[in-house]
C-alpha cells in the first residue's frame, strides 16, 4: 500500500496539520503559563506556522516509507 495517491497525501497532511496545530497550541499556552504577555499577532503565528510545516512534513515523509505485505 503506497502512499502515493492524492487521497492518501492530503490524509497525511490533515494529519501533520493537527500535530502542529496541537504543538501550536501547547506553544500558546505555555507562553500563557509563564506570564508572558499573548497578543493576538502571535497566538496565530504560534498556531498557523506549526500547523503549515506539519502539513509539509506530513505530506514529505510519510509518502514512499509505507510498506505493504504480499501475501
Same mark, same amino acid.
Given at each position: 500500500?503506497?502512499?502515493?495517491? *492524492?487521497?492518501?497525501?492530503?490524509?497525511?497532511?490533515?494529519?501533520?496539520? !493537527?500535530? @502542529?496545530?496541537?504543538?501550536? #497550541? !501547547? +506553544?500558546?499556552?505555555?507562553?500563557?503559563?509563564?506570564? #508572558?504577555?499573548?497578543? @493576538? +499577532?502571535?497566538?496565530?503565528?504560534?498556531?498557523?506556522?506549526?500547523?503549515?510545516?506539519?502539513?509539509?512534513? @506530513?505530506?514529505?515523509? /510519510?509518502?514512499? /516509507?509505507?510498506?505493504?505485505? *504480499?501475501?
Amino acid at each position: 500500500m503506497s502512499s502515493s495517491t *492524492p487521497s492518501a497525501r492530503r490524509g497525511d497532511a490533515v494529519v501533520g496539520a !493537527l500535530v @502542529g496545530t496541537a504543538v501550536g #497550541i !501547547l +506553544l500558546v499556552t505555555a507562553a500563557g503559563t509563564f506570564s #508572558i504577555a499573548v497578543s @493576538g +499577532l502571535f497566538a496565530v503565528l504560534a498556531v498557523t506556522a506549526p500547523a503549515l510545516v506539519g502539513a509539509v512534513v @506530513g505530506t514529505a515523509v /510519510t509518502s514512499g /516509507t509505507t510498506r505493504s505485505n *504480499p501475501r
